[in-house]
């Protein structure tokens, strides 16, 4: 995807992340709550875990998404190219960072983990669009059947 990178970039990547985030922890927690909750009370139970944990779950997704799309902008101006190592490496940096307070060892394997994701991800892309795009394939028109020649009869 061609984008321009730019704070504005940046910021519009973390409010979606952080939406997809409070959404999904919506719904997941919702959940959850509804069936942690007592027969009659499934309802108020399910809201008042909403209403705790989703937006903890959407500024969870923020930050990764935030500084996910700050690394990817930091290396797509660094390597001046823009392919499918670029989210591996955002992915391995953001990882790293994330888990950086829990020591080195932890951040070198939350880094080589999110750095390995983000290669699936780009590799079920590639996939993807080379599958998809199989019926817009150019093909060169049939060729004319050649006339047979008359076999000369001596």
Known sequence: M???CSPWVILNDFGGAFSMGAV???IWHGVKGARNSPRGERLVGALSVVKARAPVTGGNFGVWGGMFSTFDCAVKGYRQKEDAWNAIISGFMTGGC???RSGPKSALGSAVACGILLGVFEGIGVLLNRVLSEGNRPQLPPMPEMPSQP???H
Request: charged share 10%; aromatic share 0%.
């Open 2 to 4: 061609n984008r321009n």
């Open 24 to 26: 999904g922890g919506a």
């Open 98 to 100: 994330l888990a950086a």
């Open 151 to 153: 076999v000369a009869t």
